[in-house]
């Protein structure tokens, strides 16, 4: 089949579709109001959506702290943690939702303004340049927050297990100062092992779920990018 | 403003239904890149003053938009069989040969990248170079020299079959 061919067979098919998708105004309208966001209006609302989970979390645990804790404790009685622990663990805890909350912000700047730059765009390189700037801040937000959470999980993860650990040694009267080498470094492996395996876990399963959203789209992107800027090679 | 642009859009919508055609494998897909298209070219809507001519800023939105469009990741029965609806047209009213030219015609675009499919298509709409090139935003040297290679990936794409 020659080009030309291909060409009437177009011509043929983008007539007979013009009477048969032909749309009225109204029909126009009405897909119109239904409009829906575009990815990079998706990710600006994901960023606020984020911004609000994070601040209705931080109110959720300061509640609990504040609210929820002495109330349960005036019945229960206090935890077997210490003071001086609890207060450490406070402190870690507020200051990763800190770095989390001034990494949102760093990431709504960013994106404010590369939206600003190029949101009335008609040239194809602006707009590729500027949607794979937004999604690689995106993506640079989500694994800081990713590595924050995880540093604070291994953290959090570390102070209960070696709280824990003496914990059992008192209620045992066990001397831990007697143990041998060797079951020291199999505690430590078996600690290790836990925690790597939760982590991988963790890590494996956000890094799972933003590459089957966005990866491929990324990629797409770039690759096309690439094409566009093929102009400039010499060997062309 | 409104009432204005939904008449330009109304009018030539034949460029959309056009590209959402070449750029779709289903009738929902078609339908979600309509909708952002429609989406776009209001967002542009202020910015265009009649420099260039309504067909070229429609393109070159409608193509922008295709060509950046994210598709959620949903099960498709074959992604390689080019958007069944809008080729379909041949069943009804045309012959077996040119039934089996159609067949042709969407597979083998649909084996092309997105800038490959943007080019094709206005040179199958009859641009000039020179009009393909301000749609896109290349040089129309470059136009030229994809064009050839697109030429000749197409022959051979139809040859294998």
């Not at chain 1, 102070?159 to 059992?168: C, I, Y």
């Not at chain 1, 040694?169 to 492996?189: G, N, P, R, T």
């Not at chain 1, 982590?199 to 990324?218: K, S």
């Not at chain 2, 042709?104 to 084996?111: G, R, T, V, Y």
């Amino acid at each position: 089949m020659e080009l030309e061919e291909l060409k009437s067979a177009w011509d043929k098919i983008s007539s007979a579709n013009e009477k048969k998708l032909q749309l009225n105004e109204q029909e126009i309208q009405s897909l119109f109001e239904k409009r829906t966001l575009d990815i990079s209006e998706k990710i600006g609302r994901n960023i606020r959506i984020g911004m609000i989970i994070i601040l209705a979390w931080i109110c959720l645990w300061l509640s609990i702290d504040f609210i929820i804790n002495p109330i349960f404790e005036k019945y229960v009685g206090k935890t077997n943690l210490s003071d001086k622990l609890m207060d450490w663990t406070f402190a870690l805890e507020a200051f990763t939702y800190l770095l989390i909350i001034v990494t949102i912000v760093i990431l709504w700047i960013r994106y404010n303004r590369i939206e600003k730059q190029n949101i009335h765009s008609t040239d194809l390189k602006s707009k590729l340049t500027s949607m794979i700037q937004i999604l690689n801040s995106y993506k640079t937000m989500f694994y800081v927050v990713l590595i924050i959470i995880l540093f604070f999980i291994a953290v959090t993860f570390s102070s209960g297990f070696v709280a824990g650990f003496k914990d059992q040694a008192i209620k045992s009267e066990s001397d831990i100062s007697h143990y041998s080498f060797l079951v020291w470094i199999f505690i430590v492996v078996a600690f290790l092992l836990t925690l790597g395996a939760f982590i991988a876990v963790f890590y494996f399963l956000f890094n799972l779920f933003f590459n089957r959203l966005y990866g491929r789209y990324l990629k797409q992107l770039k690759s096309t990018l690439n094409e566009l800027d093929e102009v400039n090679s010499p060997h062309d | 403003m409104k009432e204005a642009f939904l008449n330009i859009v109304t009018s030539n919508q034949g460029i959309i239904h056009k590209v959402c055609g070449m750029y779709c494998d289903t009738t929902e897909d078609r339908e979600d890149l309509f909708q952002e298209i429609l989406s776009q070219l209001w967002r542009s809507y202020p910015t265009f003053r009649n420099e260039s001519k309504i067909s070229t800023w429609m393109y070159q939105v409608s193509l922008n938009t295709a060509i950046t469009h994210f598709k959620k990741n949903k099960r498709r029965p074959d992604r390689n069989e080019f958007s069944k609806e809008f080729f379909q047209i041949a069943d009804d009213h045309y012959d077996d040969s040119f039934d089996e030219q159609v067949k042709l015609l969407h597979n083998a675009i649909a084996k092309l990248t997105g800038i490959e499919k943007s080019i094709v298509l206005l040179y199958l709409e009859d641009k000039k170079y020179e009009e393909v090139a301000e749609i896109i935003g290349i040089t129309q040297n470059y136009v030229r020299v994809k064009m050839n290679r697109i030429k000749g990936k197409l022959k051979k794409l139809m040859g294998e079959r």
